[in-house]
């Protein structure tokens, strides 16, 4: 006795695996031409939104290893979008900061973020949309990944938060 399995559309997994597929390939070519990954793009976001953490303190908030940072800041440093000051009160600490030409590449790569939005939920009502939001949210607290960490960041899941 065989039974068909359900169609995938029928999946929330599925759907989620759907959309956010389309959704990361659709803003990794829309951030090309700005010279960021969605990844950077990430990490350039957390240190304009709480500009002068240490590395260490970003590496932290990321779940990522320290030394996976330093080659991250050394990356964004090279490009000329992040730069590292001498932390005002610990010497052997570097604070890390947004130049000039990254508050333009940010600023740029968030108007992209919020096309691809609008283009995405653009269908939904506020309230779907917000309903939407929240049920998102529920979903990754309950996973135990951090909340505002890009996937191809490192580790996300609960190992990280140990």
């Given at each position: 006795m065989s039974s068909e399995p359900p169609a995938l559309e029928t999946r929330a997994s599925f759907l989620v695996s759907q959309l956010g597929l389309q959704s990361a390939q659709?803003?990794?070519?829309?951030?090309?031409?700005?010279?960021?990954?969605?990844?950077?793009?990430?990490?350039?976001?957390?240190?304009?939104?709480?500009?002068?953490?240490t590395q260490q303190d970003l590496a932290k908030a990321l779940g990522l290893h320290r030394n996976s940072m330093v080659t991250l800041i050394d990356d964004l440093e090279q490009r000329?979008?992040?730069?590292?000051?001498?932390?005002?009160?610990?010497?052997?600490?570097?604070?890390?900061?947004?130049?000039?030409?990254?508050?333009?590449?940010v600023s740029a790569a968030s108007r992209l973020a919020d096309e691809q939005e609008e283009a995405m939920l653009g269908r939904l009502s506020a309230d779907d949309r917000a309903a939407l939001l929240a049920i998102l949210t529920r979903m990754v607290d309950s996973t135990g990944f951090q909340p505002g960490v890009h996937p191809g960041l490192g580790k996300h899941g609960p190992e990280a938060r140990r």
């Open positions: 659709a803003f990794t070519a829309a951030l090309a031409p700005l010279g960021l990954t969605p990844n950077r793009y990430g990490i350039l976001v957390h240190v304009a939104r709480e500009e002068g953490r000329g979008l992040v730069e590292r000051r001498r932390h005002p009160d610990d010497r052997r600490a570097y604070a890390i900061h947004l130049t000039p030409s990254a508050r333009d590449v």
